[in-house]
């Protein structure tokens, strides 16, 4: 399987990116998909998930600012981040909780995508 993220860059604080990131290669079912993020120095940390019965779960860091959604038809997973601050400067990772036919779980991860807020 292989996860492309797309949507980083440069914005300034108070202003809004929305990220994707499609999963392909794969016929296994996708049970979580959700976005991390790691900034200069720290460890990587959840942003947001996504499970395929509906349900969301956000940072409280990001609760009321992102928005985390999902075509389940195409695979792709979306962060639609406003009202950035500074703080969110990270390289921004997804990910895809995968399950074979005979039951095995496995994660894959994206390549991961940098989003800069100047403030």
């Known amino acids: 399987v292989q996860l492309q993220a797309s949507g980083g860059g440069l914005v300034q604080a108070g202003g809004s990116l929305r990220l994707s990131c499609a999963a392909s290669?794969?016929?296994?079912?996708?049970?979580?998909m959700g976005w991390y993020r790691q900034a200069p120095g720290k460890q990587r940390e959840l942003v947001a998930t996504?499970?395929?019965?509906?349900?969301?779960h956000y940072a409280d860091s990001v609760k009321g600012r992102f928005t985390i959604s999902r075509d389940t038809a195409k695979n792709t997973v979306y962060l639609q981040m406003n009202i950035l601050k500074p703080e969110d400067t990270a390289v921004y990772y997804c990910?895809?909780?995968?399950?074979?036919?005979?039951?095995?779980?496995?994660?894959?991860w994206g390549q991961g995508t940098l989003v800069t807020v100047s403030s």
């Open positions: 990910n895809a909780d995968l399950v074979t036919p005979g039951g095995l779980q496995y994660r894959a």
């Open positions: 996504s499970a395929s019965g509906g349900s969301t």
């Open positions: 290669g794969t016929t296994f079912s996708i049970n979580v």
